[in-house]
């Protein structure tokens, strides 16, 4: 059934706001954008895209927490039928008034304000507040900026939060102290909104901040009547909710009736489990619920799906402010799919290869990936989307082995470069920046069988290569098997990972541990480019460990077999050739084996054929999270107490959202960069360790700490492949930026009465 309020909606890019009033939408006007009456709910119309391309679309229906059931009720109701006039395809977002997502908050910049009151209901009035003489605002929130209006006492101010006052044609503005400077701003920029929204323009502005004075402070506390500096208390206001698991992921196919039934479905989740005739609620501890619509479900269903989504959260005593995302069969969102251990619909409609292909070439991709298989099996092979690329690996490199005492170890790796699975090892790489300037990386590899002490001796030896170069480095962790292209690059793609370790003088072994026996050993060898990004990687001696899409060398006590995959390209199998000189050298016999050609006694030598497996390929699983997950910018606060927050930033997040005394972790969903400003207190410095390691440890993603790929940059080291996630990036930004002085003045300048 459609409605005549809907009629034009999402036909062009924008956003466009309706309320709900006596059960019918009522557009809001532009001007009123970003203002929430706490007696009402919205629907909120997000249209993303250009004018030459597929528009989409998100739908929030947002609910004040003193709105009646039957104005939410209408809400949820309505946002179906306006996504039913869109063609059904959309996502639809519950926003709860003060639990808000960063999509919903970045579209009301610099901050959402919530106002008393609201309109008239089909079954409660509701008083619309017609302003006060002395009004008190707070602002919650560092980067996602809220403002409430709080009774105008000294009980309602905090050390923690930002405070407006407007008594007549007064507004003061009470900074905490260690506000960042992009908070800073963004108050100021607050106040100067309201100044011309409420006031004309004719207002004065004082800020109050740790700089003012006694005289000052003693103004702002006389304006409001009651109170004083040494007054003001800690923020109590803390968040009581927590999952009875605060990093697992459920996820349940639902049975519809009377009673709500659930059908817990064990990890890895898979595209395949989702039948189009049910409904399926995935619960995440970072992203919220989502619930999953087939296309054969009932319209009934997909109509009123939220009372099944007020079920389950009854079921599991959820707080009712709890976000849920609907996501339909074929329209699912990017951040839904990245908790499935395979995607299949990696390949949207636009880009071409050979523009895609070009990117992945210079170290840097985005987007959804293209429409053909051949290039999601470039991204998805070896590290070629992997972005960090600083140059193109024509620097120097030292290499030293963790220990006790770092061993620089440079020397008798010239030639044939090995790193061993039980150890860890520092290559700090020297190279020119893209503006000729010396630049430094430190690499922390980290072998999957390496013990705590390892790795300990690891942090230790770039901590003191940092030191000596007074913290000008860029330092990055990659746990073997997640190398990046660059890294690889600079071995000059004759990289080798081999068993074995110094306490047997890096003697040939293998996994069984039968190496002085049989002579068998097995290696993978992978990659896209020649003198790239090629690797041979010793694995377990067994069929099971053989995939379609790489080349293997099979060494046996008398002779060499190379098996290859039927995907692997014409570069592995030249590769390999090149690999097998360099670990075993020219005296063996080597035989060419096709897959699907193997002699018995190739099977006998890795304990029989393999069974027959899922999927023998190992790119579409890598693709999957590399090209399907948007980047995310997180802000990092470390409280006097040492206690780390985060803060996801709206979707659209530009470079002017990092602060100079601010930490951030961008999230590409393959490398997670974590960015320090110039200006960072000490505190942070401290704690940047613990950073990722908090980080990650509760999203519910297929990563761990020892699984990530970190990149730690500085401001001012950023490389291009970083920048080209932003809008846009200008290298001498915070050289040119006003400073909080100046925006004082400045506002100080334009006050008048």
């Known amino acids: 059934m459609e409605h005549p309020a809907f009629e034009e909606a999402g036909q062009e ?93 970045g579209y009301f910049l610099p901050a959402i304000r919530y106002l008393e009151g609201g309109n008239e209901s089909g079954f409660k ?92 402070y003693a103004q702002f506390f006389e304006a409001l009547g009651s109170g004083s500096k040494d007054e003001l208390i800690d923020d109590d206001d803390t968040q009581t909710f927590t999952r009875s698991s605060a990093s697992t992921v459920y996820f349940y196919k639902v049975t519809l009736g009377d009673e709500l039934e659930l059908e817990e479905l064990s990890k890895p989740f898979k595209q395949k489990q989702l039948s189009s005739e049910d409904v399926f609620i995935l619960d995440t501890p970072c992203s919220g619920i989502y ?3 087939g296309n054969d479900v009932e319209e009934d269903v997909k109509k009123n799906y939220n009372d099944i989504v007020q079920k389950f959260l009854e079921a599991k005593e959820y707080p009712a402010w709890m976000h849920v995302t609907r996501v339909i069969e074929g329209a699912e969102s990017s951040t839904f799919k990245q908790y499935f251990h395979d995607w299949d619909s990696v390949m949207p409609s636009s880009g071409s290869v050979k523009s895609i292909a070009s990117d992945i070439e210079s170290g840097y991709f985005s987007g959804d990936a293209d429409d053909t298989e ?7 092979k070896s590290a070629a989307a992997r972005s960090y690329m600083p140059d193109q690996g024509t620097g120097t490199l030292t290499i030293f082995r963790a220990a006790e005492e770092a061993e620089d170890i440079t020397e008798s790796q010239a030639e044939a470069p090995k790193l061993y699975q039980s150890e860890v090892y520092a290559v700090k790489y020297d ?15 980290i072998g999957k069988d390496a013990d705590d002490e390892a790795k300990l001796a690891g942090v230790e030896a770039i901590s003191k290569i940092e030191e000596e170069l007074e913290g000008n480095v860029t330092m990055v962790k990659i746990p073997q098997g997640k190398e990046i292209r660059h890294f690889l ?39 896209t480019k020649l003198g790239g990004d090629m690797r041979a990687t010793q694995v377990e001696e067994t069929s099971s460990s053989l995939e379609d899409d790489d080349v293997f060398i099979l060494e046996t006590a008398d002779k060499v077999y190379l098996w290859i995959g039927k995907e692997s390209n014409d570069k592995e199998q030249e590769a390999a050739k090149g690999f097998v000189s360099l670990l075993i050298g020219d005296e063996k016999e080597v035989t060419e084996v096709q897959e699907g050609e193997e002699p018995e006694e190739f099977w006998e030598l890795l304990g029989g054929a393999p069974d027959e497996k899922e999927d023998s390929t190992r790119w579409k699983l890598n693709v999957n999270r590399r090209v399907t997950t948007p980047p995310t910018l997180t802000a990092v606060t470390v409280t006097a107490s040492g206690k780390i927050k985060f803060e996801e930033l709206p979707p659209e997040f530009t470079q002017a959202d990092l602060s100079d ?18 200006n ?10 613990n950073i990722i390691t908090e980080y990650i440890q509760d999203d519910g993603l297929e990563r761990t700490v020892d699984s990530a790929i970190v990149v730690t940059l500085k401001q001012g080291k950023e490389p291009s492949t970083f920048k080209k996630m932003f809008p846009s990036w200008e290298d001498d930004l915070w050289e040119n930026q006003s400073s909080y002085d100046d925006i004082k003045n400045e506002t100080k300048a334009n006050n008048s009465k």
Request: glycine share 8%; with cysteine; charged share 30%.
């Open 661 to 678: 005394d601010g930490a951030y972790v961008l999230d590409n969903g393959e490398e997670l960069y974590v960015w320090l400003g110039t």
């Open 489 to 527: 690059n600079i071995f000059k793609g004759q990289l080798m990972i081999l068993c074995g370790d110094k306490d047997s003088e890096y003697k040939c072994e293998n996994f069984k541990k039968s190496f002085d026996d049989d002579g068998v050993r097995l290696f993978k060898v992978e990659g």
């Open 125 to 216: 009035e509701v008083e619309t507040n017609a302003g006060v003489e002395k009004r008190l605002l707070k602002l919650s929130g560092c980067d996602n900026m809220r403002i409430e209006e709080v009774p105008p006492e000294a009980s309602s101010l905090t050390r923690d939060h930002c405070f407006i006052l407007e008594v007549d044609h007064d507004i003061f503005v009470l900074v905490p102290e260690g506000a960042k400077a992009t908070q800073k701003r963004k108050i100021i920029s607050v106040a100067n909104k309201l100044r011309d929204d409420y006031h004309n323009g004719r207002a004065t502005i004082e800020i109050i901040d740790e700089f003012s004075s006694d005289d000052d």
């Open 680 to 689: 960072i207190p000490e505190r942070v410095k401290t704690a940047r360790l």
């Open 291 to 293: 619930i999953w619509l």
């Open 13 to 105: 890019s924008g956003i466009k706001i309706w309320t709900i009033e006596k059960f019918e939408p009522v557009t809001i006007e532009e001007q009123q954008y970003g203002k929430f009456y706490n007696g009402d709910s919205y629907i909120v119309l997000k249209t993303s895209g250009a004018e030459n391309s597929t528009l989409s679309h998100d739908v929030h229906f947002w609910l004040g927490n003193k709105a009646t059931q039957d104005k939410m009720g209408a809400a949820a109701i309505l946002t179906v039928t306006l996504d039913d006039q869109l063609g059904g395809k959309a996502v639809h977002h519950r926003e709860v008034q003060g639990h808000e997502t960063s999509q919903f908050l």
């Open 431 to 445: 190279y020119k920046d893209e503006n000729d300037e010396d630049a430094t990386v430190v690499y922390l590899w």
């Open 374 to 380: 051949a290039v999601a099996k470039f991204i998805g």
